[in-house]
Nanobody, 118 residues
Framework: QVQLVESGGGSVQAGGSLRLSCEAS???????MGWFRQAPGKEREGVAR????????EYADSVKGRFTISRDNGKKSLYLQIDSLKVEDTAMYYC????????????WGQGTQVTVSS
């Protein structure tokens, strides 16, 4: 069972940047992984995903060009660089292991809050 712990969230002004981290305990080398977010009153949505070796990344249209997903398997870590933050990026962000390169999660972390003010 893989356990995931996110960190790096915070309160920032619009236009700023954050780097989210997700540290895994357990074997993640064979898993695609992804980042999801859930804003108050909205459903959880996938925003970025990456293949086990990091060679393929995919993004939701709403974040393309601003979010960058990466991973370091040696450190059992997943990252999400968020630039040009918008107020509408305010949400709880979660990392997850995925069933293939899909939005179907296997394991979730507890989330890290990102709050963007204007």
């Amino acid at each position: 069972q893989v356990q995931l712990v996110e960190s790096g969230g915070g309160s920032v002004q619009a236009g700023g940047s954050l780097r989210l981290s997700c540290e895994a305990s357990g074997y993640i080398y064979d898993y695609c992984m992804g980042w999801f977010r859930q804003a108050p009153g909205k459903e959880r949505e996938g925003v970025a995903r990456i293949t086990p070796g990091g060679g393929i990344t995919e993004y939701a249209d709403s974040v393309k060009g601003r979010f960058t997903i990466s991973r370091d398997n040696g450190k059992k870590s997943l990252y999400l660089q968020i630039d040009s933050l918008k107020v509408e990026d305010t949400a709880m962000y979660y990392c997850a292991t995925l069933r293939g390169l899909t939005w179907s999660p296997i394991n979730w972390g507890q989330g890290t809050q990102v709050t963007v003010s204007s």
